[in-house]
């Protein structure tokens, strides 16, 4: 008898799909909104209205300017959380309607939170040591830790729905809500949930993190044109631009999908990491690190290289980033490389940093549902060597089955994530 493909060293494997999504982001707080700005074009850049910035060279970002934290807490409870635990609350309040979720009537003790960040609530820290330094140790905050610690957001999402699974937050920079998704689809898949809020929220548009980005000269600087700004594999880049927000999706096993009777809208079809182990920020030549996230999760995926119609890259409009990332897809996809079609989210959103991973893959999904894969803007002049088809300031039409989502994170992190149109058949 031919092995079980849903069977993996003697254990159940169980299918894991998506049934909610929900974001807040620069261009849009709910995903029909955000969906509509990706395909419009539309930046979400613009000069800094959080604070002054005429001391830094750079003075511009994607900031989410029409939020309102009383739009997910009371006035009181939004005043002892961080921005960041708020977009968490934000995000998944819209992941968990769309997912038609009624609490009362699953098990809760198997209802788990994955949220990732790179930074937490640095913007609490600022404020908070400001206060220490300026007016003693007896103004600080009483609420500073719960506000600053990376954890929160899944924390708060899992006290407010009352979810007693799996519960924590994974940091890996820029990398860290799409290995969130990936140890929410493992618990999945090996059993150990049956439902997971999963995803990244991120608020660091901040003094201290604009001025740190700015001395490590990641930041384009192009503050007269800042909806120009951001614009991966042209080679007239120079460097990305902040972003802030959250992406949140649901993931389900197949069968509590089913007995809820809910619409899948993709599956998770494998998960791939490595690291590069060459540089704190560089990446590695020839993306030899991205290459072996990108096998690792087409060989968990079980989908030969042909099957991929699309690629969201981690495209963040950095010079050795964007080389590196096209130099891997074309190593990894040989020919088939020039049949795919490539984008960035981040020309128009901004770097979500750690929560990227979560808003890319939602514009993945949305690809899978419409048949349309959305522009990447602001590229007027390829750079030579990024030589990919980036569905540049297009939209492109043409049926998605396949779709990979990489995310790349200072220290070397490396992850990717195959999400497919739902089968009932399933493709392993």
């Known amino acids: ?91 998944a309040a819209e992941a968990v309607v769309h997912a038609q979720i009624n609490f009362e009537r699953v098990d809760r003790n198997r209802c788990g939170v994955v949220i990732g960040s790179g930074i937490g609530g640095i913007g609490t820290f600022e404020k908070q040591h400001l206060a220490l330094v300026n007016q003693g140790p007896g103004r600080v905050s009483p609420f500073f830790i719960p506000m600053m610690i990376a954890d929160m957001s899944a924390g708060q999402v899992s006290l407010r729905y009352g979810l007693k699974g799996p519960n924590y937050a994974t940091v890996s920079a820029c990398a860290s809500s799409a290995h969130a998704i990936a140890d929410a689809a493992h618990l999945i898949e090996r059993g150990d949930a049956d439902l997971m809020v999963t995803g990244g929220s991120e608020a660091t548009i901040t003094p201290g993190a604009l001025a740190g980005f700015c001395s490590a000269r990641a930041l384009s600087t192009r503050n007269d044109e800042p909806e120009r700004a951001s614009r991966p594999f042209d080679k007239d880049r120079d460097g990305f631009v902040m972003g802030e927000g959250a992406g949140i999706v649901i993931l389900e096993s197949l069968e509590h999908a089913h007995r809820r009777g809910v619409q899948i809208l993709a599956e998770i079809l494998g998960v791939g990491m490595s690291a590069d182990a060459y540089h704190i920020t560089a990446p590695a030549p020839q993306g030899e690190g991205a ?24 495209g963040t409009s950095t010079d050795l980033g964007d080389i590196s ?55 007027d002049n390829p750079d030579p060597q990024c030589d990919l088809d980036y569905a540049a300031k297009r939209v492109v039409k043409r049926p998605v089955q396949v779709a990979i989502s990489n995310s790349f994170g200072f220290g070397g992190h490396n992850i990717t994530l195959v999400v497919g149109a739902y089968s009932e058949n399933g493709r392993r």
Not at 35 to 58: H, K, M, N, V, Y
Not at 339 to 364: F, P, Q
């Open 1 to 91: 008898m031919p092995p079980n493909p849903f069977h993996r060293n003697g254990r159940p494997r169980h299918r894991v799909v998506v049934t909610g999504m929900g974001v807040i982001t620069p261009i849009g707080m709910t995903v029909a909104s955000y969906w509509e700005g990706l395909l419009a074009g539309r930046s979400g850049a613009g000069t800094i209205t959080a604070f002054d910035t005429a001391q830094f060279p750079t003075r511009i970002a994607c900031e989410v300017k029409s939020f309102d934290p009383a739009s997910v807490a009371e006035p009181k409870d939004a005043r002892r959380l961080d921005r960041a635990q708020l977009f968490a609350l934000g995000g």
């Open 291 to 314: 290459q072996r996230s990108m096998r690792a999760a087409l060989a968990d995926a079980e989908v030969p290289l042909e099957a991929v119609d699309y690629v969201n890259t981690h």
């Open 325 to 379: 990332e096209t130099e891997a897809i074309r190593a990894v996809f040989g020919g088939h490389a020039d049949r795919l079609i490539a984008n960035s989210t981040k020309s128009m959103v901004g770097h979500l940093l750690g929560a990227a991973g979560g808003a890319e893959l939602i514009a993945c999904i949305k690809s899978i549902e419409t048949g349309e894969i959305h522009p990447t803007i602001n590229l």
